[in-house]
T-cell receptor, first 110, second 114 residues
Framework: GQQVMQIPQYQHVQEGEDFTTYCNSS?????IQWYKQRPGGHPVFLIQ?????EVKKQKRLTFQFGEAKKNSSLHITATQTTDVGTYFC??????????FGGGTRLMVKP | DTEVTQTPKHLVMGMTNKKSLKCEQH?????MYWYKQKAKKPPELMFV???????INESVPSRFSPECPNSSLLNLHLHALQPEDSALYLC?????????????FGPGTRLLVL
């Protein structure tokens, strides 16, 4: 099955700094979804990207899907302590099977 | 209402016990999923139910037995588990089991097997 690699595994930032996590696949992806999981919580759907080169924004979050549909990124501008958590990218197979990247754990120092 | 509920929140069981995890959604979704998540790892798919029928079993050991009594409920029956089965068990649902459908996750059951 398809594999999605995600980097970095961990990121410590000072509050107010920017943050970016990257996902890469060796195969073309039909879509990419992004989830956030707070410490002790469960994954919460953030957004889905489907089109080549697509860019979507949600307030301070910017999501991109690569032109070749093999990579994606999530960028957070001016992080806040409420951004703390693990961010997962994921892609769907037939049958809506979600394959997750390894996740990037974001820690924000106030 | 975009809520998926799971009970219990926490469960401690011995290796000889039989227990069940329950999941419920009232969004009219016809696809439901079980995932297993170990600490600091991503969720891993276990089972997919589509229209109350098991459509995908990701080579899960038989000590895990899923059941979908109706379109709103999903159970996971546990028997003779091993300590390495300790994990967060997440239930999710989506409108249907096709690509690109958003999955809504429940809060999970934290399972500890002693």
């Amino acid at each position: 099955g398809q594999q999605v690699m995600q980097i970095p595994q961990y990121q410590h930032v000072q509050e107010g700094e920017d943050f970016t996590t990257y996902c890469n696949s060796s195969t073309t992806l039909s879509n990419i979804q992004w989830y956030k999981q707070r410490p002790g919580g469960h994954p919460v759907f953030l957004i889905q990207l489907v089109k080549s080169g697509e860019v979507k924004k949600q307030k301070r979050l910017t999501f991109q899907f690569g032109e070749a549909k093999k990579n994606s990124s999530l960028h957070i501008t001016a992080t806040q302590t409420t951004d703390v958590g693990t961010y997962f990218c994921a892609s769907n197979n037939a049958g809506n099977m979600l394959t997750f990247g390894g996740g990037t754990r974001l820690m924000v120092k106030p | 209402d975009t809520e998926v509920t799971q009970t219990p929140k926490h469960l401690v069981m011995g290796m000889t016990n039989k227990k069940s995890l329950k999941c419920e959604q009232h969004m009219g979704h016809r696809a439901m999923y079980w995932y297993k998540q170990k600490a600091k790892k991503p969720p891993e798919l276990m089972f997919v139910y589509s229209y109350e029928k098991l459509s995908i079993n990701e080579s899960v050991p038989s000590r895990f037995s899923p059941e979908c009594p109706n379109s709103s409920l999903l159970n996971l029956h546990l028997h003779a588990l091993q300590p390495e089965d300790s994990a967060l068990y997440l239930c999710a649902s989506s409108q249907i089991a096709v690509k690109q459908e958003t999955q809504y996750f429940g809060p999970g059951t934290r399972l500890l097997v002693l």
